[in-house]
T-cell receptor, first 115, second 116 residues
Framework: AQSVTQPDIHITVSEGASLELRCNYSYGATPYLFWYVQSPGQGLQLLLK??????LVQGIKGFEAEFKRSQSSFNLRKPSVHWSDAAEYFC?????????????FGKGTRLHILP | KAGVTQTPRYLIKTRGQQVTLSCSPI?????VSWYQQTPGQGLQFLFEYFSETQRNKGNFPGRFSGRQFSNSRSEMNVSTLELGDSALYLCASSEALRGQSTGELFFGEGSRLTVL
């Protein structure tokens, strides 16, 4: 069965510092991979996605993620965080498209930014 | 294009009552899925509708139901409300070209249900 693990429930970084949020998945093949962000009181917004090809993908708001097949990981990075990046981040996997597939979300990592 | 619209945004009900939540997807999107989000359980998949048919369902009791209309708008209903149903209910739409989902979802802001 598919599963997603985000080992860090909370992460605190200083504004301007670099960021890496971890995501590991379990799946028999290479799934589609996503990072979503949720600001307080809001729905989720897609940050970036990986379907195939180049393992380093660029997203919105200056985020990027790297797919590492050997480690079953899809970690999210940002070189320099801004106070507005404080939010909850969800990693998600989706199996090769079939009609009955459903996306599986990790438990989320809440990012706190110190001024 | 307008985004995904969910109504109502906030509602308070008492145990035993029922509630209906509405979701209008992005124009042209034919797939609508629903999620329950709570601090303890995180995001949990409820069900997905495509072309008025439920084609996927999560592990929720039968008190949770939904439907989709011909214009792709969707509603979900929770009957006999329990305290544990208090949550943020999120609707998401996706294009699902040729009926195939890709996992790329566009979310509404959610309906926050409080059960007293």
């Amino acid at each position: 069965a598919q599963s997603v693990t985000q080992p860090d429930i909370h992460i605190t970084v200083s504004e301007g510092a670099s960021l890496e949020l971890r995501c590991n998945y379990s799946y028999g093949a290479t799934p589609y991979l996503f990072w979503y962000v949720q600001s307080p009181g809001q729905g989720l917004q897609l940050l970036l996605k990986y379907f195939s090809g180049d393992t380093l993908v660029q997203g919105i708001k200056g985020f990027e993620a790297e797919f590492k097949r050997s480690q079953s990981s899809f970690n999210l990075r940002k070189p320099s965080v801004h106070w507005s990046d404080a939010a909850e981040y969800f990693c998600a996997v989706f199996g090769p498209p079939r009609r009955d597939d459903k996306i599986i979300f990790g438990k989320g990592t809440r990012l706190h930014i110190l001024p | 294009k307008a985004g995904v619209t969910q109504t109502p945004r906030y509602l308070i009900k008492t145990r035993g009552q029922q509630v209906t939540l509405s979701c209008s997807p992005i124009s042209g999107h034919r797939s609508v899925s629903w999620y329950q989000q709570t601090p303890g359980q995180g995001l949990q998949f409820l069900f997905e509708y495509f072309s008025e048919t439920q084609r996927n369902k999560g592990n929720f009791p039968g008190r949770f139901s939904g439907r989709q209309f011909s214009n792709s708008r969707s509603e979900m209903n929770v009957s006999t409300l329990e305290l544990g149903d208090s949550a943020l209910y999120l609707c998401a739409s996706s294009e699902a070209l040729r009926g195939q989902s890709t996992g790329e979802l566009f979310f509404g802001e959610g309906s926050r249900l409080t059960v007293l």
